[in-house]
């Protein structure tokens, strides 16, 4: 489904990715792994089209999306998350997961003005859509309270619900659990592993190492900006280059 080829971004003559080169099967959890500063982040940025790639493609299902705005690499069926939470504080739970619906919400200044009953229709079915999803991250008593009030857990959730309402074809995660104790991070866990099962192709950044192993159909690492290792969770975790420059430092977080 994305195909990530040749990638290099710099910042000040300094190397951030360095000829970075990996697939996403269709279908699959693709954990994308490796130490603080690898550039795990820029490259979520480069394929989302928030940052622009020196040189290098990347192709999501044959379609070359390299040099494409935020908001059309959104519209092709790219959604995400974000390591820092991009939540709007003072508007409610249900107003922000609306946003991730926006593609959908039409664009016609005219209708906005005289409110047609199409344009009425089209509101009361993404809100019960929202309400949907409201519900499936057990968010919904929660759904007229500002953002801002909220626990940082339950902000996290909001952010997921946000990225699967629209119900992409790539679903990009980044550090989702990152913040969240044990019993939300295994939440986190049972909801990934149910978009896998409903057909749902992720790319999942994340630091903490059990729960890559227990959701991922494959791992691709980064240290220093280059791609060091791919391959199955058992693959990765033997690898010797893996161990040096990432697992042999600390068993519990990379």
């Not at 020196?54 to 959604?79: K, N, T, W, Y």
């Not at 991009?86 to 593609?103: A, K």
């Not at 044990?182 to 192709?201: D, M, N, S």
Request: aromatic letters at 4%; hydrophobic letters at 45%.
């Amino acid at each position: 489904m994305l195909e990530v080829n040749s990638l290099c971004r710099n910042f000040g003559g300094l190397p951030a990715l360095s000829e970075v080169s990996f697939t996403v099967p269709k279908g699959c959890v693709t954990a994308l792994i490796g130490p603080n500063g690898a550039g795990k982040t820029t490259l979520i940025n480069c394929i989302t089209g928030v940052d622009q790639a020196d040189s290098g493609r990347v192709r999501f299902v044959g379609e070359e999306i390299s040099r494409f705005a935020a908001h059309r690499v959104a519209s092709l069926g790219i959604s995400r998350t974000f390591q820092n939470l991009r939540l709007f504080p003072r508007l409610s739970v249900l107003d922000n997961v609306l946003c991730g619906l926006t593609i959908e919400g039409g664009r016609s200044m005219i209708g906005a003005l005289l409110r047609p009953p199409s344009l009425r229709n089209r509101e009361r079915r993404l809100r019960l859509k929202a309400l949907a999803a409201l519900d499936r991250f057990n968010l919904l008593e929660l759904a007229d309270w500002p953002v801002g009030v909220l626990a940082y857990g339950d902000r996290k959730r909001v952010e997921l619900a946000r990225a699967v309402i629209s119900e992409p074809q790539l679903l990009l995660l980044d550090e989702p659990v990152a913040g969240l104790n044990h019993q939300e991070t295994a939440a986190v866990a049972r909801e990934i592993r149910a978009l896998r099962a409903q057909g749902f192709t992720l790319l999942l950044v994340e630091h903490d190492m059990d729960l890559v192993m227990g959701v991922s159909d494959q791992v691709v690492v980064l240290d220093g900006g280059r791609c060091i290792a791919r391959g199955t969770p058992q693959q990765v975790r033997i690898n010797p280059l893996v161990l040096e420059a990432y697992l042999g430092r600390t068993s519990a977080t990379a």
